[in-house]
């Protein structure tokens, strides 16, 4: 049986590499940049703002409206191969004028790098950036969970709805500066909106994609299933 | 262990002046009895106070000296809902409806502070004490507690469940919430209850 997706082995890129070992003595400002942010540079010049090497970790700023193209370069390129996004998240600063700012944290296992990247959003306009889910499946909840928290919108993103709070919830985007920490509604309020909210409505049993995995399922319980019967209540 | 002595086990008086008889006081004592040594605890564990809970079902605290060794993860066979841990509103729903599914007699124990109270998570996700959302029979206090406490009111609820009478009617009466709110208890008690209390009253983080 072939596996349905490439399998990356880390280091696959160089095999004449010495083996990895664990950095010492790392500088706080100022170590080894990590030789992506050069070839970013390079390639799409004036976009790049800002390159920031802090505890051996190269963090590279780049203009809103290019990161689209820079991911997009990092996951396709051959010297590059970026092929594992490990997060998605929003910052806010708790000086005001302060920009808000979208990272991604990507890493590439055949050449063993990492490397972040930052875009700032100034807050006199609607937080957008364009979503990365069409090059990394992974940021489908990940770009949910910031949309939720810091209400930064991911354009492009397919189903962009609530994920941690119900998707009723009303009262705005909880790590945002200006959220109050017990919420804006009375105790009260905030009961009888949660307790109005149904748990089912989307993650039923049923709608939990048994018909995807249809052809997955042992013999005699896709026997039943087609003979009408249905989990739940 | 440093368990304080065993209650002093109650039995059932007979008082003339009561409009009970003999009969129905032994059969009280009788169901009683039957119900208090076998209740069937429903584990609605969300956080560390459940790790709590398993310590005290298992071996060296042993629940089942209770009754109470068959954790009953079907509501609809469960005596007592036994929350353990922090319930956020999401979770609230949830809760309501295994509470409701549960056949009387039932009873809840509220295991912890933040199940209590909201505990040190005064804020936008977390209910502040599951009374504002199920009645609760018996609170247990601990962040989290030993399983000594939880056995005390386990205990303390054994002695509720003997003194049960049969002819006291609002006893097995459904709490019914209000079909619009859902809230069974009236809104300013809730935020009553929600209050913040001791240090958390002078928490400066709510406004910026």
């Keep these: 049986m072939t596996a349905p997706f490439e399998i990356h082995h880390p280091g696959s890129a160089d095999r004449n590499a010495p083996a990895p070992v664990s950095p010492r003595q790392v500088p706080h400002r100022g170590g080894a940049e990590n030789p992506s942010a050069a070839q970013i540079k ?192 | 262990m440093g368990l304080t002595n065993r209650p002093e086990r109650r039995v059932v008086e007979y008082d003339p002046r009561s409009q009970e008889g003999w009969v129905a006081t032994r059969l009280d004592f009788l169901v009683n009895w039957g119900r208090a040594n076998s209740l069937w605890p429903m584990p609605f564990g969300t956080a560390c106070c459940a790790i709590e809970f398993m310590a005290t079902a298992a071996s060296r605290f042993d629940l089942a000296r209770f009754g109470m060794e068959r954790m009953s993860f079907s509501p609809r066979q469960a005596d007592v809902l036994i929350c353990a841990g922090r319930v956020p509103f999401k979770l609230a729903p949830v809760i309501r409806r295994i509470w409701q599914q549960m056949a009387q007699p039932k009873w809840a124990i509220s295991m912890g502070a933040c199940a209590s109270s909201g505990g040190m998570f005064d804020n936008y996700a977390v209910v502040q004490g599951i009374d504002t959302i199920i009645p609760v029979d018996v609170y247990v206090p601990g962040c989290p507690p030993r399983p000594e406490g939880l056995m005390y009111g386990i205990m303390m609820l054994q002695e509720k469940v003997k003194r049960e009478r049969m002819n006291d009617s609002a006893l097995r009466n459904e709490m019914e919430p209000d079909p619009r709110s859902q809230l069974y208890i009236p809104a300013p008690t809730i935020n009553e209850l929600s209050e913040p209390f001791g240090n958390s009253v002078h928490q400066t983080r709510s406004g910026l």
């Design chain 1, 42 to 233: 390079a390639k799409f010049g004036a976009a790049v703002r800002r390159i920031d090497v802090v505890w051996g970790e190269t963090t590279v700023v780049v203009a809103p409206e290019t990161v689209l193209d820079v991911i997009r370069w990092l996951h396709d390129d051959p010297s590059q191969q970026y092929d594992y996004l490990s997060d998605v998240t929003g910052v806010e600063f708790r000086d005001l004028e302060q920009p808000v700012e979208v990272v991604w944290h990507l890493r590439s296992l055949p050449h063993r790098r990492f490397l972040r990247v930052k875009v700032q959003l100034t807050k006199n306009r609607p937080l957008e950036v364009p979503s990365v889910w069409s090059i990394y499946k992974a940021a489908d909840w990940m770009e949910r969970e910031c949309y939720d928290m810091f209400g930064i919108r991911f354009v492009g993103h397919p189903d962009l709805r609530r994920i941690l709070m119900w998707e009723q919830y009303r009262e705005g985007f909880p790590l945002r500066k200006d959220f109050p920490l017990r919420g804006r509604f009375s105790r009260a309020e905030q009961l009888r909106q949660a307790l109005a909210a149904n748990p089912e409505a989307r993650y039923s049993l049923e709608e939990l994609s048994i018909a995807d995995a249809f052809e997955d399922l042992p013999t005699d319980m896709r026997q039943r299933l087609r003979g009408g019967e249905r989990t739940g209540e």
